[in-house]
């Protein structure tokens, strides 16, 4: 009988986090070819293809949509199955959360500092929406997560400036709603975007609603509509900046540590966002 492995369920699962194959391999430290090879191995079992690729645009079939949502469960269910069942002493495992925006650029950062500073630690990391993330941390899933959050960063945060992007050829209409490509809810983004539009009597529509961040690169690089992202060096390509659309104040990047976490742990984690940001 077939098995689904929680190893290449977790790729799959980045993928759709980071909008991509390169952007997955770089986030979770694997080659490209490796994390290629697990989608192939997933379309073995499944028998069908979950991914399709036209140029440099990806997206998922029918059947890897429908994965993907299990794929979720059963990710989270290995994980918090080991966690009850193995010596907490014994583990030496950290789970760490983080958001998909900016995880191409943080998480190699905070991959090798925690490899510096834990060394005998082995990092698993789970990349999904800010909302599931915080989710994940509160149940106990998670032993430390960072975040997206509205509001004014103190010192000690990093701040993550918001923008628009669209396909090099598409242009905002002048004398219609503009097409906007929102993350359904619940989104850290979606609530500003909503007010920030009404309040500048600037009229749009919701001309795709997407569940991940490799659903809304894809929607954007087709030339869809408008997307509002975090402006960061990496995972952009192949958009353009869209001037003329009133932009939320910067997000805030908050890294959390579950009760009991040594904050040694949480302390590195904030090292590497900073650094990975600088």
Do not use: Y
Not at 54 to 80: K, Q
Not at 173 to 188: G, W
Not at 235 to 263: K, Q
């Amino acid at each position: 009988m077939e098995t689904l492995d929680v190893i290449p369920l977790r790729s799959f699962l980045a993928i759709a986090s980071c909008g991509g194959f390169h952007r997955a391999a770089a986030a979770l430290h694997l080659s490209q070819s490796a994390v290629s090879q697990h989608v192939r191995r997933l379309e073995q079992v499944v028998g069908a293809p979950l991914v399709e690729r036209s140029g440099r645009l990806m997206a998922f079939t029918p059947r890897g949509e429908s994965l993907l949502a299990e794929a979720r469960r059963i990710v989270d269910l290995h994980d918090e199955v080991l966690r009850t069942v193995r010596v907490p002493d014994e583990t030496g495992t950290l789970v760490l959360g983080s958001t998909e925006h900016g995880a191409e650029q943080m998480l190699p950062e905070i991959i090798s500092t925690l490899k510096r500073d834990a060394p005998d630690t082995e990092v698993r990391i789970r990349l999904d929406r800010t909302a599931r993330v915080s989710e994940a941390l509160e149940a106990g899933r998670l032993d430390v997560a960072v975040v997206l959050e509205i509001g004014e960063p103190s010192p000690a945060q990093r701040r993550l400036r918001l923008g628009w992007f669209a396909a090099p050829e598409w242009t905002a209409p002048l004398n219609e709603p503009v097409p906007l490509i929102q993350f359904d809810p619940p989104c850290v983004m979606r609530p500003a975007v909503l007010d920030l539009m009404a309040a500048n009597g600037r009229a749009f529509r919701t001309a795709v609603e997407v569940g991940d961040l490799a659903g809304g690169l894809s929607a954007a690089r087709s030339g869809l509509g408008a997307i509002l992202l975090p402006v960061v060096d990496r995972g952009l390509e192949g958009l353009r900046p869209v001037p003329g659309l009133p932009v939320p104040p910067p997000l805030r990047m908050v890294v959390r540590g579950r009760h009991g976490i040594p904050a040694r742990i949480v302390r590195s984690v904030q090292n590497a966002v900073d650094a990975a940001f600088a």
